[in-house]
């Protein structure tokens, strides 16, 4: 398998792993200091209750991305797998439905990016 393949234009899998590792890191200092700025404003058990729900919900939403960029890594390679065995004679996806599954994930993950967005604009607030 080529970490050449470009899973979408401008993004090799080389980069989607890139990426996954980048998010990976990013979001364990975010989520740190984004636990660290609330510690201060924890007073009491009521305003811990308050605040633990928006950590949560920040962290659900981060752990949604990453999985979704593993998953797409995963068909990508499937797909690099099939278009391996297309030379052997073996049923294969046409380009048409790999572009379609491609696209469709990736449309996923820039919904799941705007979410995570949301909730972190929520949490400034």
Known sequence: ????????????LSDMFKKIDDNS?????????????LLVFIKDPNSAVQLFPLIQQFM?????NDELLVKLTAV????????AKE???????????KEQILGKIHEASENIQKDID??????QE
Do not use: P, W
């Not at 970490?3 to 234009?9: G, H, M, Q, S, T």
């Not at 890191?25 to 700025?37: D, G, M």
């Not at 659900?60 to 949604?64: S, T």
């Open 118 to 123: 949301d909730i972190s604009l929520g949490i």
């Open 76 to 83: 990508v390679q499937r797909v690099m797998q099939t278009e």
């Open 1 to 12: 398998m080529s970490a050449d393949y470009e899973i979408y234009k401008g993004t090799t």
């Open 60 to 64: 659900e939403a981060n752990i949604r």
């Open 87 to 97: 030379g052997d004679g073996e049923f294969s996806l046409s380009d048409s439905e």
């Open 25 to 37: 890191k990013a979001n364990k200092i975010r989520i740190e200091t984004l636990v660290q700025e």
